[in-house]
């Protein structure tokens, strides 16, 4: 590796010692070489700073900040005020990438006027490749992977922009790109598919959202990413219906049916509230808007037509395994 970084990788890191060398090493073997690697220690309990510090000691283009547990977002916020360099990228600590990650993603942003560049994603279990996410072309394509990873971002147009991670329990990173879609900006989409997103079942990602966790402020982050001033509104308060739906889905598959209906009440009439003309958004269609995985607007369309006919109730005693 060369001592003049282009691109900084930003990583919090929090109690995955049986991961973290995966995601390093991925890192090390990358065909590009000018790149930093900032690791956040986020108050582990077991022995993943000691790891990062044998990698901080043998490495001069890695740093290890250690900050006592404060969530991924804070972890991610102290990594973006250590990057003084041109390029900025965001990995996960239990995934990986391949070796022409960063180069593919820094040739795509180079000699352009992009602020972001963003690419898709392969889900694994360390073995095999179980979901694979490309980014369809259209309007919504830059919506498809709102996660930090799988993207470059122009360091400069992050600071100018005060753009941060949402210091919330649920969801942080979505406000991060959201913002930066709402800032209008410049933003290129390609199918290169060079992450691997690790399906960590221990993950805080895969369990807090389970069975409707009631820590989770759902409504304060539905405000937070209610955004009124981008180019196209419509299309963000598309968005936040599909996010609305997608959390009823993947949260009350395993509830009792009465507690799916009280979730769904409460986020509908939030929407009721916060988005009048929600019921009228005019990507709420068949296939959803261009560049909307099909699946996902059928399954919209499909949901909004249920609550259309107030038939959540029926369909709750249905989709819901919980008693």
């Avoid at 547990?69 to 990594?79: F, H, I, K, Q």
């Avoid at 072309?137 to 930090?148: D, H, L, N, R």
């Avoid at 989770?216 to 963000?236: A, P, S, T, Y």
């Amino acid at each position: 590796m060369e001592n003049n970084p282009v691109v900084s990788i930003v990583i919090p890191v929090y109690n995955v010692e049986k991961y973290i060398n995966r995601c390093i090493d991925s890192l090390l073997n990358q065909t590009y070489k000018n790149i930093e690697i900032i690791l956040i220690n986020d108050g582990s309990q077991d022995n993943s700073l000691k790891i990062l510090k044998q990698y901080e000691k043998k490495y001069n283009f890695i740093k290890v900040l250690d900050q006592k547990n404060s969530g991924p977002a804070v972890a991610r916020n102290n990594g973006i005020m250590m990057v003084n360099t041109e390029y900025l990228m965001f990995i996960d600590s239990d995934d990986y990438v391949e070796d022409d990650y960063v180069e593919t993603f820094y040739n795509a942003i180079k000699d352009t006027e992009y602020d972001v560049v963003m690419g898709g994603f392969k889900k694994t279990d360390g073995i095999s490749i179980s979901f694979q996410r490309e980014i369809p072309e259209g309007e919504f394509s830059k919506y498809i992977v709102t996660g930090p990873v799988s993207k470059i971002y122009r360091t400069s147009f992050i600071k100018k922009n005060h753009i941060y991670f949402l210091d919330t329990n649920s969801s942080e990173d979505i406000y991060f790109n959201l913002k930066i879609i709402n800032l209008n900006a410049n933003i290129k989409t390609f199918n290169y598919i060079g992450y691997y997103y690790f399906d960590n079942l221990s993950s805080i990602s895969n369990t807090k959202h389970k069975g409707f966790n009631q820590d989770i402020k759902i409504l304060e982050f539905l405000d937070q990413i209610n955004f009124r001033d981008g180019q196209n509104v419509e299309l963000n308060e598309y968005y936040i219906i599909r996010y609305c739906i997608w959390y009823l889905l993947y949260s009350g598959r395993n509830v009792a049916p009465i507690k799916f209906e009280k979730e769904y009440n409460k986020l509908f009439s939030w929407l009721q509230k916060n988005i009048p003309n929600y019921k009228k958004n005019k990507y709420i269609k068949i296939n959803g808007p261009k560049g909307e995985i099909n699946k996902i607007g059928n399954i919209i369309f499909i949901f909004m037509f249920l609550s259309k006919f107030h038939l959540i109730g029926l369909f709750s005693k249905v989709y819901c395994k919980g008693k």
